[in-house]
């Protein structure tokens, strides 16, 4: 069974400061991996997709990198603002099927 | 174009009640998945539709638990009887095409509150 971990479960951190997510994964056997950012009562704001095949995915101040062989993928967050303050979820999803399975989230605060 | 929709935003039920939750999916997309949110905890899966066929359900609790999708479209989450570990945020999301993985787009949720 996939199980995804998230290390810190909380993180803060003064503005202007990079902020460093960390997401392990058991199963290497994945068909992509999905950072996600949760603000509060709000449903999930798909970040950055990184495929099986792909090494890392950049937006902006974002940039993901995925180690397959390792179970390991870093959300990078470059100049931290305090609107980047929410909650982030890395989900894996099986080549089979489409579900995701998520970790339990990074809760980061940006102090001004 | 509309997003995910989910109705209620918030519900709140006594103990052995039972509840229906709602998700309007964006127009088009064949592919929708429901998922359950502990508070502190990441999302899990309960079950998904592709079309109106009920896929998987093994992400769903017990069988008070039952999920339906008729035509299609939108989806009703129907808790029987219900518990106070039930209290959760419930996500839908929707996805395009079922053959490769497009994107799942969320709705905001439907915060339960089971007293």
């Known amino acids: 069974k996939q199980e995804v971990t998230q290390i810190p479960a909380a993180l803060s951190v003064p503005e202007g400061e990079n902020l460093v997510l960390n997401c392990s994964f058991t199963?290497?056997?994945?068909?992509?991996l999905q950072w996600f950012r949760q603000d509060p009562g709000k449903g999930l704001t798909s970040l950055l997709l990184?495929?099986?095949?792909?090494r890392e995915q950049t937006s902006g101040r974002l940039n993901a990198s995925l180690d397959k062989s390792s179970g390991r993928s870093t959300l990078y967050i470059a100049a931290s603002q305090p609107g980047d303050s929410a909650t982030y979820l890395c989900?894996?999803?099986?080549?089979?099927?489409?579900?995701?399975?998520f970790g339990g989230g990074t809760r980061v605060l940006v102090k001004p | 174009g509309a997003g995910v929709s989910q109705s209620p935003r918030y519900k709140v039920a006594k103990r052995g009640q039972d509840v229906a939750l709602r998700c309007d999916p964006i127009s088009g997309h064949v592919s929708l998945f429901w998922y359950q949110q502990a508070l502190g905890q990441g999302p899990e899966f309960l079950t998904y539709f592709q079309n109106e066929a009920q896929l998987d359900k093994s992400g769903l609790p017990s069988d008070r638990f039952f999920a339906e999708r008729p035509e299609g479209s939108v989806s009703t989450l129907k808790i029987q009887r219900t518990q106070q570990e039930d209290s959760a945020v419930y996500l839908c999301?929707?996805?395009?095409?079922?053959?490769?993985?497009?994107?799942?787009?969320f709705g905001p949720g439907t915060r339960l509150t089971v007293l």
């Open positions: 990184i495929q099986s095949s792909q």
């Open positions: 989900a894996v999803i099986k080549a089979a099927g489409n579900k995701l399975t």
């Open positions: 199963d290497s056997a994945i068909y992509n």
């Open positions: 999301a929707s996805s395009l095409d079922f053959s490769v993985y497009n994107e799942q787009f």
